[in-house]
């Protein structure tokens, strides 16, 4: 990187111009991580062991990012992210590391679904798979041709097809309203986002990732919880990481040059690091200013944001329900709900929807009336939530592309800017938008760093 700034030719004035702490320098350490959720800590666990000195900094009063487990409604509930499968590599490493064990979400005994006309239909979890198979099989047909290794995300047929959304991908298809329907509703629940919005890559991605088989892509996505929970799990991490995690510490600028990089706190704190890893969301990648400016593909994907823009909510309903799901259409507030703790005197549900501005997920009335649409029997007492999106953290759930955004932007997401890194769920080959992808991310950049800082 030829770059350079004033501020790293002049390091004494600089150092003498800026207070840390009681003493008057910047603080100095080898590598700076942004971000404790998955992809920071583990690039600081990696990092640390391997000899440099990190210190990690969190704006948020925990570890975890978009993985929380919250004590609400009687229960532990994964407010963020929550299921893992050995088909995800990177995951499953830290899961044997770690000691997790995994849990299955319950098997549904009763399926909802909408009929032609909107009419509700009900049966059992056999009769869903048959309505959305052939849907499901032709629309990841071509998986393993558009993207034949999924760790090689942009390499295949996909750069020609990469501009189509899933919506359109899905009206090439000869479907009846009834399976039309509740194929667009189980892509919603997949996308977290309005179909014509999100590009079909992501469904082709998780296909080949699964090996062009869809009922493994959906359990990989959405049966096997972690057991003591992902703020468990991120804990046991964040006790491995032979560095400092500060909390409550809210980085506003990184300055960096051909040698190192200077960052801001809230506070006005500085540290200066020779490299630094940034894991923030592409959506929220902007509330830092980074000077020089970021790399063109950060800063056009940040402005156009990815497709996801969902919500999911936790449902507390009175009295012991028979375990069911139910899908409605991709329209509706709540696309997908399914029970995930069945009591003698509640059930707890979890819904997803394609858009967090159709309903307050914080409200008993909206979501009790999101579920008329299914069933008159509910009687909705609790709901917990935490609108992602609407937090300037994360300003996403997981991510989705856009039509064209994995093909255009992954591989430049991917590079570093001199000293300056790049991590997190969204830059990752394998499962972008995935825990998994998380940590492959960390793994990734911690290797990067510690072969540049060697040199
Ligand atoms: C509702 C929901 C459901 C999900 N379900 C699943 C699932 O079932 N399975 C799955 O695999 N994945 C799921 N995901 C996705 C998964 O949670 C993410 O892929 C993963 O947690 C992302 O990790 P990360 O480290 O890349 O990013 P993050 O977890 O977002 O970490 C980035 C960190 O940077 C911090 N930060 C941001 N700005 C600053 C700043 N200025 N200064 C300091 N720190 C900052 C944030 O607070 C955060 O801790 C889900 C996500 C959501 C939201």
């Given at each position: 990187?030829?770059?350079?700034?004033?501020?790293?030719?002049?390091?004494?004035?600089?150092?003498?111009?800026?207070?840390?702490?009681?003493?008057?320098?910047?603080?100095?350490?080898?590598?700076?991580?942004?971000?404790?959720?998955?992809?920071?800590?583990?690039?600081?666990?990696?990092?640390?062991?391997?000899?440099h000195s990190v210190i990690v900094l969190e704006a948020r009063d925990r570890v975890g990012g978009r993985t929380w487990t919250n004590h609400a409604l009687g229960h532990d509930l994964e407010l963020g992210g929550t299921w893992v499968h050995w088909v995800q590599p990177h995951v499953w490493s830290e899961m044997t590391r770690y000691g997790r064990e995994i849990v299955r979400s319950p098997m549904a005994e009763e399926a909802y679904w909408l009929g032609a006309g909107a009419e509700v239909r009900k049966g059992t979890l056999a009769d869903f798979t048959?309505?959305?198979?052939?849907?499901?099989?032709?629309?990841?047909?071509?998986?393993?041709?558009?993207?034949?290794?999924?760790?090689?995300?942009?390499?295949?047929?996909?750069?020609?097809?990469?501009?189509?959304?899933?919506?359109?991908?899905?009206?090439?298809?000869?479907?009846?309203?009834?399976?039309?329907?509740?194929?667009?509703?189980?892509?919603?629940?997949h996308v977290n986002a309005p179909l014509n919005e999100v590009g079909l890559s992501s469904a082709l991605r998780?296909?080949?990732?699964?090996?062009?088989?869809?009922?493994?892509?959906?359990?990989?996505?959405?049966?096997?919880?972690?057991?003591?929970?992902?703020s468990g799990f991120t804990a046991a991490i964040a006790a491995d990481v032979p560095g400092d995690i500060r909390l409550n510490s809210t980085v506003t600028a990184v300055?960096?040059?051909?040698?190192?990089?200077?960052?801001?706190?809230?506070?006005?704190?500085?540290?200066?690091?020779?490299?630094?890893?940034?894991?923030?969301?592409?959506?929220?990648?902007?509330?830092?200013?980074?000077?020089p400016v970021l790399p063109d593909a950060w800063v056009r994907s940040n402005r156009e944001r990815v497709a996801s823009q969902g919500f999911k909510v936790w449902i507390k309903v009175r009295g012991r329900l028979p375990r069911f799901f139910a899908y409605a259409s991709q329209h509706h507030a709540i696309s997908v709900l399914k029970s995930e703790f069945v009591e003698d005197d509640h059930t707890i549900l979890v819904g997803f929807?394609?858009?967090?501005?159709?309903?307050?997920?914080?409200?008993?009335?909206?979501?009790?009336?999101?579920?008329?649409?299914?069933?008159?029997?509910?009687?909705?007492?609790?709901?917990?939530?935490?609108?992602?999106?609407?937090?300037?953290?994360?300003?996403?759930?997981?991510?989705?592309?856009?039509?064209s955004q994995l093909t255009r932007d992954l591989s430049e997401l991917q590079q570093a800017d001199g000293v300056l890194h790049f991590a997190g769920c969204d830059t990752a080959d394998l499962w972008g938008g995935f825990i998994d992808g998380a940590i492959e991310s960390g793994l990734r950049e911690a290797r990067l760093v510690s072969a540049s800082l060697a040199t």
């Open positions: 990187m030829a770059r350079s700034s004033p501020v790293f030719e002049q390091p004494k004035s600089f150092r003498a111009s800026r207070r840390w702490g009681r003493g008057y320098t910047v603080e100095t350490t080898d590598v700076v991580v942004i971000g404790a959720g998955f992809a920071g800590l583990v690039a600081a666990r990696e990092l640390g062991r391997s000899g048959a309505l959305i198979d052939e849907g499901q099989r032709q629309i990841i047909a071509d998986a393993l041709a558009m993207i034949p290794r999924a760790v090689d995300p942009t390499v295949g047929g996909i750069t020609e097809r990469d501009q189509l959304s899933l919506q359109q991908r899905l009206d090439e298809i000869a479907l009846d309203d009834e399976a039309r329907s509740a194929n667009e509703s189980v892509w919603v629940g998780w296909a080949s990732a699964a090996g062009g088989h869809w009922p493994l892509m959906h359990e990989a996505s959405a049966t096997y919880r972690v057991v003591g929970g992902m300055e960096h040059d051909a040698t190192c990089a200077v960052v801001s706190l809230s506070d006005g704190r500085q540290l200066r690091a020779q490299r630094v890893v940034m894991t923030l969301p592409i959506n929220a990648v902007d509330t830092i200013k980074v000077t929807g394609a858009d967090h501005r159709a309903i307050d997920i914080t409200s008993v009335e909206q979501v009790n009336a999101a579920l008329g649409v299914w069933r008159d029997d509910l009687e909705v007492i609790g709901v917990a939530a935490h609108d992602w999106m609407k937090d300037p953290l994360s300003q996403n759930t997981w991510m989705t592309h856009r039509p």
